[in-house]
């Protein structure tokens, strides 16, 4: 059992949230902390100039919301809404926080994906703790 664990939470359709929130809970101790994290990817400066002023401040209050929803149901969580890039944020904050098991969900691969990578992919390779999948 595990008494730190992080569950990267995208809200991509193609991404089964629930199962990976659900698979969490079954691996945690019964004192287990369950960190709920969203990474906003940055947008790069040529697009922002065409989001209104306060697109980002208002995305991060919905995912903060819509994170405070989801661990309302789960003792010990915690949700947490970051920025920067999925793969790497996911992996320092995990180094970072003595997390012990990451749960992460991921789509099926395509061909986009060989060429560029996936954050599920890239967190399996470099994570120095338990990683489980779930598709």
Known sequence: MYKNILV????DQAR?????????QTLAANDAKITLLHVMEHIPGYAISYLPVDYLAASKEAITT??????????????????????????D???GNDVDCIVIAS??????????????AQVVR???CSVHVVR
């Open 16 to 24: 089964d949230m629930d199962a990976a929130i659900e698979v969490a």
């Open 66 to 91: 819509e994170l405070a929803t989801l661990v309302k149901g789960i003792e010990g969580g915690v949700g947490m809404v970051i920025e920067g890039h999925s793969g790497r944020s996911i992996l």
């Open 126 to 128: 470099h994570a120095t």
């Open 93 to 95: 904050h995990a180094s």
């Open 8 to 11: 990267p939470v995208s809200f």
């Open 107 to 120: 789509h099926r691969p395509g061909m986009q994906d060989y060429f560029l990578g996936s954050t599920a």
